[in-house]
């Protein structure tokens, strides 16, 4: 069964930074993507950031040239560094990864969650 489990979050002053991490266990091949959601009070659930296996990166508008997501060497790991953060990034982020998805193969790909990680940023 695979897990996800974030960690890093907390609260910041405004143009402070965290760094959250989140670790994949119970699969045996990497996944396609992986990356982070937030999702502010009354609001819905938006992308944050993510990074396919190969390296390819894609950000929210409102976080480029602030946030930067990695992996490590495995794959199992992804990081987000959050630098110059606003109060309006205050939420929960919430790990996704998806695996393989391969049709041609009868490979059906499912995206799995972690639990989230508060994020708070005082002005």
């Known amino acids: 069964q695979v897990q996800l489990v974030e960690s890093g979050g907390g609260l910041v002053q405004a143009g402070g930074s965290l760094r959250l991490s989140c670790s994949a266990s119970g699969s045996a091949n990497r996944f396609d993507t992986m990356g982070w959601y937030r999702q502010a009070p009354g609001k819905e659930r938006e992308l944050v950031a993510q990074i396919t296996d190969g390296g390819f990166t894609e950000y929210a508008d409102s976080v480029k040239g602030r946030f930067a997501i990695s992996r490590d060497s495995t794959k199992f790991t992804v990081f987000l560094q959050m630098d110059s953060l606003k109060s309006e990034d205050t939420g929960a982020y919430y790990c996704?990864?998806?695996?393989?998805?391969?049709?041609?193969?009868?490979?059906?790909?499912?995206?799995?969650w972690g639990q989230g990680t508060q994020v708070t940023v005082s002005s």
């Open positions: 996704k990864a998806r695996s393989r998805h391969i049709p041609a193969l009868g490979i059906i790909g499912s995206d799995y």
